[in-house]
Structures are given as C-alpha cells and as structure tokens.
C-alpha cells in the first residue's frame, strides 16, 4: 500500500488543526502535515453522526421518563 506523503516536504505525519476562516460564521478541520502545516484537505467540525446519536439518547430518556415509545437508531 502507498503511503501517504506532504506535496511540499515530502513528510508522512499529518495532522488535524482547527481553523475559523475569515469572514466566516463556522470552524474547519483541516488535515495538514505536521512538519510544515501544509494543508492536505478538510474535515467538517462538527461531526453530526455524533450529534445525532447524542440527540437520539436524550430523546430516549425523556421519552422512558414520560412512558413513550419511540423507534430510534442506538
């Protein structure tokens, strides 16, 4: 398998920095080596499967404490 590599440095460590663009109402993660902070891509901040699956466990509990029944994903 190839192995990844910094299209400036050459360097196969990367990294994952926040960042607020200027002019921007939201946060980025961007992947970038970690020898010369080129940035390589980027990943969205906040990671809404997590979000959902927060928002389903507490939807759950206050469903069970009002004896509910609903059909969410664990």
Do not use: W
């Not at 190839?2 to 921007?24: D, I, R, W, Y």
């Not at 992947?31 to 940035?39: A, D, E, L, R």
Request: charge should be neutral.
């Amino acid at each position: 398998m190839a192995l990844s590599s910094c299209p400036k440095c050459g360097n196969h460590l990367f990294e994952v920095q926040t960042v607020e663009p200027m002019h921007s109402n939201y946060k980025l993660n961007c992947v970038q080596c970690s020898s010369c902070g080129t940035v390589v891509g980027a990943l969205e901040y906040l990671n809404l499967g997590a979000h959902i699956l927060k928002q389903n466990t507490a939807i759950k509990r206050i469903a069970s404490a009002l004896n509910v029944s609903v059909d969410l994903p664990e």
